[in-house]
C-alpha cells in the first residue's frame, strides 16, 4: 500500500508564500491537487518519477513550482504570489505509468493523501 504524508498548509495573507511536501514510500508519478467549497477537485502540478518532467496548470503557471527529492521520495510544491482563490483544500497523490511519464488526469492517480488546508486571506 502507498502511503503519502502531506505537510505545511496552513494560513497565509494574499501575496504571501507557501511550501507543501509530501513524503511517498516509494518513486512515483506525483501530482498536486486542490478542492475548494463547492468545486470539483482540479490539478495543479505534477511531476515524473525521475522528475525530468512536469505539467502545470495555466492558472499557477510563474507562481507555483513542483519539484522532487528523489533520495528522500519527497515531492514538493512551492507556491508563491497567493490569491484567495487559492485557498482550497491541497492533496498530493500518487500513480505511475513510466519514469519520464507526466500524469495530468485524477483517474491517473490511485494513491491519495489526507490533505491539507491552505486558506489565503485578502
Known amino acids: 500500500q502507498v502511503q503519502l504524508v502531506e505537510s505545511g498548509g496552513g494560513l497565509v495573507q494574499a501575496g504571501g508564500s507557501l511550501r507543501l511536501s509530501c513524503a511517498a514510500s516509494?518513486?512515483?508519478?506525483m501530482g498536486w491537487f486542490r478542492q475548494a467549497p463547492g468545486k470539483d477537485r482540479e490539478v495543479i502540478a505534477t511531476?515524473?518519477?525521475?522528475?525530468?518532467?512536469?505539467y502545470y496548470a495555466d492558472f499557477v503557471k510563474g507562481r507555483f513550482t513542483i519539484s522532487r527529492d528523489n533520495a528522500k521520495n519527497t515531492v514538493v510544491l512551492q507556491m508563491n504570489s497567493l490569491k484567495s482563490e487559492d485557498t482550497a483544500v491541497y492533496y498530493c497523490a500518487a500513480g505511475f505509468r513510466g519514469f519520464q511519464t507526466v500524469l495530468t488526469g485524477r483517474d491517473d492517480y490511485p494513491y491519495w493523501g489526507q490533505g491539507t488546508q491552505v486558506t489565503v486571506s485578502s
Open positions: 511531476i515524473s518519477p525521475s522528475g525530468g518532467n512536469t
Open positions: 516509494g518513486r512515483y508519478a
